[in-house]
């Protein structure tokens, strides 16, 4: 079945810095990406997402890339702010409703204003 | 986006006892949602996938018996936990994703139930 690795566990940067969270996953038939934030006590929310038709997708100061061969995806999250401190998620499946998503173990994001 | 909608979102509860937790989409029909599973400062974990009108499928060690899953309608499946145990303390997350047809992957996700067994 599908894994998926992610890295860093955590991570802390400055307000107005950038960060990346990488993840690789292991089943090649995936081909549905999201990225999600948790705040505490909370449900994920979705934040983006990019399926493999096409290799990279940015809504403001959110981008994700994304590499099928080398089976590698990326969140770069540009202009930091104290607010996008949280836990974020990737997640990989197959593009089909039904579809269980399988996560990373997580990163733990800090923003220092 | 899409709503999901969780209740409780939190419980306590005396060992021994069930607890049901309810996973509801507001406005969309889901013909399968996640139950998953997240222990402090730890990833999602599937749990099983609820199928309407049909039995749900587990996964690799989770016991079908203690967790119970029923998915009567379009918009809701519920989870309970039976004869509840300190163990099963955690957060309970459920998800859904819109009916076949009706869209793509993206899954919905509810606020949580935070589960404590004392």
């Known amino acids: 079945g599908e894994n998926v690795e992610q890295h860093p566990s955590t991570l802390s940067v400055q307000e107005g810095d950038s960060a990346v969270i990488k993840c690789t996953y292991s089943?090649?038939?995936?081909?549905?990406f999201p990225w999600y934030k948790q705040e505490l006590g909370k449900g994920p929310q979705l934040i983006i997402d990019i399926r493999s038709n096409v290799g990279e997708k940015k809504d403001q100061r959110i981008a994700v890339t994304l590499n099928k061969t080398a089976k590698h995806f990326s969140l770069h999250i540009t202009e930091t702010q104290p607010e996008d401190s949280a836990v974020y998620f990737c997640?990989?499946?197959?593009?089909?409703?039904?579809?269980?998503?399988?996560f990373g173990k997580g990163t733990t994001l800090s923003v220092s204003s | 986006g899409a709503v999901v909608s969780q209740h409780p979102s939190w419980v306590i509860c005396k060992s021994g006892t069930s607890v049901k937790i309810e996973c509801r989409s507001l406005d969309f029909q889901a013909t399968t949602m996640f139950w998953y599973r997240q222990f402090p400062k730890q990833s999602l974990m599937l749990m099983a996938t609820s199928n309407e009108g049909s039995k749900a499928t587990y996964e690799q060690g989770v016991e079908k018996d203690k967790f119970l899953i029923n998915h009567a309608s379009l918009t809701l499946s519920t989870l309970t936990v039976t004869s509840a145990h300190p163990e099963d303390s955690s957060f309970y997350i459920c998800?859904?994703?819109?009916?076949?047809?009706?869209?793509?992957?993206?899954?919905?996700f509810g606020q949580g139930t935070r589960l404590t067994v004392v």
């Open positions: 997640a990989a499946s197959m593009d089909q409703a039904g579809t269980a998503l399988i």
């Open positions: 089943d090649s038939a995936s081909n549905y």
């Open positions: 998800s859904a994703s819109p009916h076949k047809g009706q869209g793509n992957t993206e899954a919905f």
